[in-house]
């Protein structure tokens, strides 16, 4: 079983981590409303879906959407909520069971960050650009090197050039942060110290470790203090797009040559 597999089965959807990343999809969910071009005549591809949340938001906006991934268990959990113009199906993204030119937008979610060794970043990449029609768009949300250096064994940030790069010849196109990181810092840092020491370098060790947390004493305060914060970085993210620029979570948006 792989770790995406484990957390599938054990992710308890009371988790502060879910929550956030709920209440972010919302703000992402606007973004790319306002910044990609969507209709009912595209097909979508959702490369490393998990557990199909994207593929179910881009079901409403588009004609098609097929989510690949290789964890079986995330990959039950997205055929209970499929739609009708959605396909959920098992394989591997370095190497793409589709043709050429396939997909009007390649999209990634916090995939490309977990494919760690360089030459299948780089196989996964070119497989993303190959299966993107020629003026498509390639869509990517991961979290970048600013100031998130590789944290864990599981996570490999990479700066923005690094991605320019290896989607050559697509040109990016358009790059905003999503979250102004400035109140986040002081909790981040102090649960960096904390996971740090606790954490063997698992992906599983952090959700399990968080559980622990909200379920221990500190629970409420700890709780409290995470939703604080994110709320009090939604209006500083309003005034300002500059500050955004500062967010380790950011959206690439990659465009392939017409020819
Ligand atoms: C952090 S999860 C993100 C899932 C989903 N995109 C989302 O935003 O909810 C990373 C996903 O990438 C998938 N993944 C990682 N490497 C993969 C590979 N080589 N082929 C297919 N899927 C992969 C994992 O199984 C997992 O579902």
Redesign the pocket.
């Given at each position: 079983m792989?770790v995406?597999d484990k957390i599938g089965k054990d992710h308890s959807k009371n988790n502060i981590m879910v929550f956030i990343g709920d209440k972010q999809q919302k703000n992402i969910e606007k973004l790319f409303l306002i910044h990609i071009p969507l209709n009912k005549k595209m097909h979508v591809l959702?490369?490393?879906?998990?557990?199909g949340?994207?593929s179910s938001w881009f079901s409403k906006h588009v004609k098609d959407v097929v989510g690949?991934?290789?964890?079986k268990e995330?990959l039950a959990l997205a055929k209970k909520n499929q739609k009708k113009n959605t396909k959920f199906i098992f394989?591997?993204?370095?190497k793409l069971p589709f043709k050429d030119k396939s997909f009007d937008i390649s999209f990634?979610?916090?995939?490309l960050q977990?494919?760690l060794e360089p030459k299948k970043f780089q196989k996964?990449t070119k497989e993303l650009l190959r299966v993107t029609k020629p003026g498509g768009h390639i869509l990517l949300f991961e979290i970048v090197k600013k100031y998130e250096k590789k944290r864990e064994d599981y996570i490999a940030c990479r700066p923005v050039s690094e991605y320019v790069k290896a989607f050559r010849p697509a040109k990016l196109e358009k790059h905003l942060g999503v979250r102004c990181p400035y109140p986040l810092f002081g909790l981040i840092y102090v649960s960096k110290k904390i996971l740090t020491k606790s954490n063997k370098g698992d992906v599983r060790d952090t959700y399990a470790l968080w559980d622990r947390l909200e379920h221990s004493r500190l629970g409420k305060p700890v709780k409290a203090a995470f939703l604080g914060t994110y709320y009090a970085s939604i209006p500083l993210n309003m005034i300002s797009r500059r500050m955004t620029v500062l967010s380790p979570e950011r959206i690439m948006i990659f465009r392939k040559p017409k020819k």
């Open positions: 792989n995406w959702d490369a490393g879906c998990g557990n949340r994207w690949i991934d290789n964890s995330l394989g591997d993204i370095e990634t979610c916090i995939v977990h494919v996964t």
